[in-house]
């Protein structure tokens, strides 16, 4: 195997794996959207809030995906794998701090 080759196999792994992760992330940040939805439902019905934690996920999804494209169309092109991962870099922090909110949310009542 020469050298260029090696270099085109590790850059192809490297981008399968920011890509993999970027995925994990996305889960991680739709996660802390569901849980949040499921400590909330002694309170709210539970089709209400799993609803509005679903699709708060998906505008978030929308709005930051678009907002990184533009980015990633200005600054990284022809680099999707790194779009991604920082999509799912924000989701995951987003679902996180939803997830830590809901405590906020139950305390209230």
């Not at 999804?61 to 678009?66: C, W, Y």
């Amino acid at each position: 195997m020469g050298t260029t080759s090696h270099a085109i196999a590790v850059h192809g792994s490297a981008r399968r794996l920011r890509i993999w992760l970027g995925a994990l992330l996305l889960a991680v940040g739709l996660a802390g959207h569901v849980f949040a939805a499921r400590a909330i439902t002694p309170y709210v019905p539970s089709y209400v809030a799993y609803r509005d934690h679903i699709a708060g996920f998906f505008l978030i999804l929308a709005v930051t995906g678009a907002i990184v494209a533009a980015l990633g169309w200005r600054f990284w092109r022809g680099r999707r794998d790194t779009m991604f991962l920082v999509i799912g870099a924000i989701q995951a922090i987003i679902g996180i701090i939803v997830y830590i909110e809901r405590f906020r949310v139950i305390g209230m009542h």
